[in-house]
DNA sequence: CGTTAAGCACACAGATCGGTGTACATAATA
DNA sequence: TATTATGTACACCGATCTGTGTGCTTAACG
């Protein structure tokens, strides 16, 4: 019965206190991390009343899953859809991320909550399955032989390089690429052909 | 003064004070993650009054450093000192992880202190850098092109492996050994002689 | 107007956290 | 035996954590 987004008009004050929050988590668990994050500190930086935020959220778990779902990180939303570039260049472009992301969410979710069975980690795995998953598909548009192999490879040196960023402070994305441009050269024909662009495959 | 160590004979009633908390963080720290195990607890399971563990270390802090320090994983020790395989073989053998390992602590402490100037964040920096420097001193005795290189790229897989396990509850390791095996024998010659065991490159 | 949804301010509960203070016990040494 | 090092038992501190309870305000709607 919230009725957040219904009615005729518009009423409701401050209808934004959800997305205040969600926005706020953004922010504070990636800079901070989820665990030192507190409830009241959030609950500040959204100008939100604690009281309010408990409405909206059954609890802090809840919170944290839906700030995971929210996030769409360049990887999946970008990339896979830019039929400007050869299903290689989608494959490469996936390492071009921008410098200003500190560390993949969800790896730092499923490492700070410690918990596989709590809801963020639930997701997180999704998550990382349904990139591999991108990374397959655009593999197997690339013509590379085996391509459910090519894309958990993929997926993998991205983790590789997001954590190895995170432990020495230094960017670990153009070693990963390196190792993805090998990787790609090996499994996909040099016959195939490299530079048709967004078209799809028959099969 | 605290005479630890010294003295003519064997005294100090229950020398293993000191081990048995660092021999419980070993266990709880990697069970259940550092932020989430208390002193209490963390005592507790040691068999230790609080009050001895805070004379044995100034602070949580150092404890968690002294915790990763401890802990020589299969990797480092283990496998870059077995003369009975070649150098190749070595390289590889860097992924035949135990199942045991949860996650490389490394990457777990970096994350959940989320300070890169905490002690233990810096232990695990260098500690990283010291397995690569070893994977490329590996790959230089196995005629590698680019010992630096490959080194860097076969500590990314490791951490990637680790990472993508954690997140996945899945191993990840066999998937990175794959990988290994192109970036192996993409940088190596196959003319150089690959059966080579455990002896020294001249420069 | 009155009703009702939405939110705020703020205190507070109960737990746990890292860390200390104090008084006492034990064992090896001198 | 006396001393000293080492450790225990246990209460306790202040801070912080997630989460509530309560009463008040504001605004949209009828």
Redo the contacts between chains.
Sequence with gaps: MTELEKGPTGRRRGRGARERILSASQQLFRE??I??TGMDQLCAAAQVSKRTAYEHFTGKDELVAEYLRRFDPSVLSGVFDRTDLTPRERLLAAFDIPPTTP?CP???A???L?D?QHPA?QY??DY??AVAARLADTAREAGAADPE?LG??L??????????T????AD?FP??A??AT??ID?AIPATTGDDRRGEEVSS
């Design positions: 901070q991390g665990n030192r560390l969800y790896i730092g499923a490492v700070e410690h596989p980690s997180a795995r990382k399955k192999q958990e490879q997926a993998l040196l991205i983790d590789g390089a997001a954590a190895r995170r432990v020495l402070n670990a070693t990963a390196a190792i090998v990787l090996a």
